[in-house]
């Protein structure tokens, strides 16, 4: 797609939807946004900007914001570009997927949708929708950029038409040069990359490509490998991992170490409770016989330092008591369960929850149970990537649908993530400089917006 005649100015505001203004030869003008996306991370007050001039009667505006200055490359702001960039391609022979296909139908109904284009050829059809990307993170195209429902009508009706027994696909076309992969934006609308999962596990293909953007035309170019896994879950990790490293949990010795902290770290920092299993060794105790001897008096005093001394020692006699009723006091025999039943044994001990029963799996017994506390579901909630429902298990239900089953990824990101509600996302969160900002709903509403050029 060639341009010709751009204008530049300075971006000042959107207006709405489809309306912006810009600064244009030191006069504040209307100009039309051919884009419904929110582009937040694009449309920067003072950023520099091209506009292409369009003329008609019924408009009432002479300029449409074509392109984006970010600094280290241009962007593409026009959404209806890329259903013109893929009939291009396939006339040039750049989609060999396409390849079978002579004909193209625009703007095609299918089931509830609209759809940018049915592509015809002598063994039927495929019905393509295209979809603009303009937001990129880390090198890592994303779309939609905000929670998109009729996106999500499309997928659907995508995936109707390969019931029907036609091909269908979705295009997304990152309209600039920075980006090397693409994924779906779970942290924006985490519905829209469910849905978008199920289509393709149900026959709908999926493309992604960038394209180079200069101030004389955009071009389909390179296709960019899809990132689905784990989505936003996954994404989270390896930014958690990259910024803070290995985190060596759990940070206590031996599997009935980590048991007893379990238990006693509840409502209390690990200070305390370190100080409370260093009373314990200092006294010999620390053995499932030692602590079916001890007496309840003094074992609540050498726990003192863990808070809720009284009730903590209730739980952990509770533990130790069931450990020698149906194990004569072997751990690794309890531990050794298969590990539904085993979590359904350690809820039916008195004092053990869900937080502490998966503590208990995760850390004593390797088992890959995701561990879910308030930590959490705070930075999950800030990201807005918190489920449905607000139990233990909704949040659970999260991690385990995306991730691998696997008891050290587990093991890390929990630690990764208490590390990161200490350092950055506190009570009052400091998104500033945090690695998570880009796919954080609340990092990315606190990004201050430069103040306005003097007109
Ligand atoms: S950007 Fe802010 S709210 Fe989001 S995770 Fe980081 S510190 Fe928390």
Known sequence: MRFDGMVEARFIRRINRFAATVDLAGGETLVHVANSGRMRELLVTGRRVLLRPVAGDHRKTAFDLAMVDLGHALASAAASLPNRHVPEALRDGRLPQFAEFDRVRPEVRYGESRLDLALCGPTGACYVETKSVTLVEGGAGLFPDAPTVRGRKHMVSLTRAVADGHRAAVVFVVQRDDADTF?????????????????LDRGVEAYAYRCRVTEAEVVLTDPLAMRLDGGALMETYRRLYRRYGPQHWWPAETPLEMVLGAILTQAVAWRGVERALANLRDAGLLSPRGLRACPEERLAELLRPSGYFNAKTRKLKAFIDHLWDRYDGDLASLLSGDTGALREELLSIHGIGDETADDI???????????????????????????????????????????????????????????????????????????????????????????????
């Open 183 to 199: 994924s779906p934006n779970d942290a924006a609308d985490p519905a829209f990359g469910r849905t978008l999962r199920e289509s």
């Open 361 to 455: 799996l995760l850390y004593a017994a390797g088992r890959p149970s995701f561990v879910i506390d308030s930590y959490t579901r705070r930075i999950l909630g800030r990201m807005g990537l918190a489920p449905d429902g607000d139990r233990y298990g909704d949040y659970q239900r999260l991690f385990h649908d995306a991730l691998p089953p696997d008891a050290a990824l587990f093991n890390e990101y929990h630690a990764l993530l208490d590390r990161h509600a200490k350092e950055a996302c506190k009570k009052t969160p400091l998104c500033d400089g945090c690695c998570l900002r880009g796919l954080c709903a609340t990092g990315r509403a606190s990004v201050d917006t430069p103040p306005a050029r003097n007109l």
